[in-house]
């Protein structure tokens, strides 16, 4: 039975390492990179400039659309308001001109060698200034039915094609808007990666630390527990002091306190690791730099240069608001000149307009050219262009501010970076001093020539000395990462 737990035990323990993954830093980077939440956004925002670029494309093709509509109206249209007769006049026997004393009742008169005709009351008339007073032989009968037209259901439709001639530049300038939409989508996603990569990159790095910090707190508590013997043994003898035991088992729970922090603080990084890679927060893993022994190296800084300063998101990102501001500022100029299209299509409606209005379908093709031409607006589109220009300077404007300040942050970065590096270098020389001195004092507490608070000195000033060591050499490593994302290398 024995055999058989042991055996569980060895099987279950063998499982476990087995699931347990180790993680490269460019592991993590990756997994952090394909799972971020605002990274999949800013992906899909640049997909939908994407396809907003396409659209602006289509607006130089022709526009094809089809209308269509039912109107039921109360009344008909009449074309007369009233019956109403018409005159008749009768022609010569060739039929050439007409015989207005044949057509009318009016009797004749000469007057200055010329025939005029008499009213009703005998007086001379001008038939041409008072046609009323012309007496008609025959008159055709108009009734009123007769001209109405049957228009109480009238169907309408028409296809019509539009193709733009000349928009003053607005559609160029549309399309150019779109490119650098797109673009800036572009940097805000190259934005998001770097910001995703420094926060991978921070958490994985916190994690390194309180392993080593673990490891260093554990070795600090087996130093106090030797130590909390090596004075019972002595009190026991009367060589030390009770004072002493007690010091001793004091600063051994603070260590114990502080291994249990440290605990504590790894688990919840670990947590925080697997939430930035998208991995299940309970995930067992190990990382590939815990031990701290050959960490990649950091890379030598150069000085500011105007390409450094360009590969800036921020600068890719203000640049192309710069573009979009001059292209608002040509939208709004083009507003001055003339528009021009091209339209063409096919009109059909019940009832027939082309056939007496027929309650039937008939439809003719159009073709025609319009043409817009602004005169006079107030001053509103003067007042609109200028504030055009204003908002391109302010982009221009925040382009000059935002290099200058990436300027800073570079050099700072730079400073800070070589600062780490000399300063893991100074830890690493403490270190190995306080190893010395926590030997020397070792072998000195137990020849009897030093007390026991001597000693924990030592150990205090051996486990500052590898704590800060530990610090330096992480912090070595995000200063570089914040040198690379400072130039915009960080991808």
Not at 272 to 277: M, V
Request: with cysteine; aromatic share 8%; proline share 3%.
């Amino acid at each position: 039975m024995k055999r058989f737990l042991l055996s569980a035990v060895i099987l279950a323990t063998s499982l476990q390492l087995q699931a347990q993954t180790t993680y490269s830093l460019e592991d993590c980077r990756r997994m952090a990179t394909t799972h971020n939440k605002e990274m999949q956004i800013a992906g899909e925002k640049v997909t939908a400039a994407e396809h907003l670029r396409k659209a602006a494309r289509t607006q130089y093709l022709p526009n094809l659309a089809a209308n269509g509509g039912y109107v039921r109206n109360q009344k008909n249209i009449s074309l007369l308001g009233e019956d109403m007769y018409a005159p008749i006049y009768s022609y010569s026997s060739d039929g050439t001109t007409i015989d207005y004393a044949n057509s009318w009742n009016n009797e004749w008169t000469v007057v200055d060698g010329t025939a005029v005709p008499l009213d009703a009351n005998g007086t001379p008339f001008n038939p041409s200034s008072d046609p009323d007073k012309i007496l008609w032989k025959n008159k055709a009968y108009i009734p009123k039915d007769a001209f109405e037209l049957n228009t109480k259901n009238i169907f309408a439709g028409a296809i019509t094609i539009t193709q733009p001639l000349f928009m003053g530049g607005k559609i160029r300038e549309l399309n150019r808007i779109a490119d650098s939409n797109k673009k800036l989508a572009e940097a805000s996603l190259e934005g998001q990666t770097s910001e995703t990569i420094v926060n991978t990159d921070v958490a994985y790095w916190r994690i390194v630390s309180l392993v080593n910090k673990e490891k260093l707190a554990k070795s600090y508590v087996s130093l106090l527990k030797k130590l909390e013997g090596d004075v019972e043994k002595a009190i026991a003898f009367g060589v030390s002091t009770k004072s002493d035991g007690l010091s001793v088992k004091v600063k051994l729970n603070e260590a114990e306190m502080s291994l249990l922090q440290v605990e504590d603080g790894l688990k919840l990084s670990h947590m925080a690791l697997c939430q930035i890679c998208g991995l299940p927060l309970e995930t067992s893993f190990t990382l590939e730099d815990e031990t701290l022994d050959e960490l990649p190296k950091i890379p030598e800084t150069s000085s500011v240069t105007e390409t450094s300063i360009n590969n800036r998101y921020e600068v890719k990102s203000l640049e192309q608001m710069v573009n979009m501001a001059e292209s608002s500022r040509k939208i709004e100029l083009s507003r001055f000149m003339p528009n021009a299209a091209l339209t063409a299509g096919y009109l059909v409606s019940n009832p027939n307009s082309y056939n007496g209005y027929e309650n039937e379908f008939g439809g003719e093709f159009q073709v025609g050219v319009v043409v817009n031409v602004p005169l006079f607006h107030f001053g509103e589109r003067i007042h609109t262009l200028r504030s055009a220009e204003s908002e391109k300077r302010q982009a221009i404007y925040k382009l000059d501010e935002t290099k200058e300040k990436i300027e800073l942050d570079i050099t700072q970065a730079r400073f800070k970076t070589n600062e780490s590096v000399r300063k893991a270098l100074m830890t690493a020389s403490n270190k190995e001093k306080a190893e010395e001195n926590l030997r020397y004092a070792s072998i000195g507490f137990e020849a009897g020539t030093i007390n026991a608070s001597t000693l924990m000195e030592a150990q205090t000033a051996w486990l500052k000395a590898h704590s800060d060591h530990i610090d330096a050499q992480i912090d070595a490593q995000l200063c570089k990462v914040y040198l690379q994302k400072a130039l915009g290398t960080l991808k």
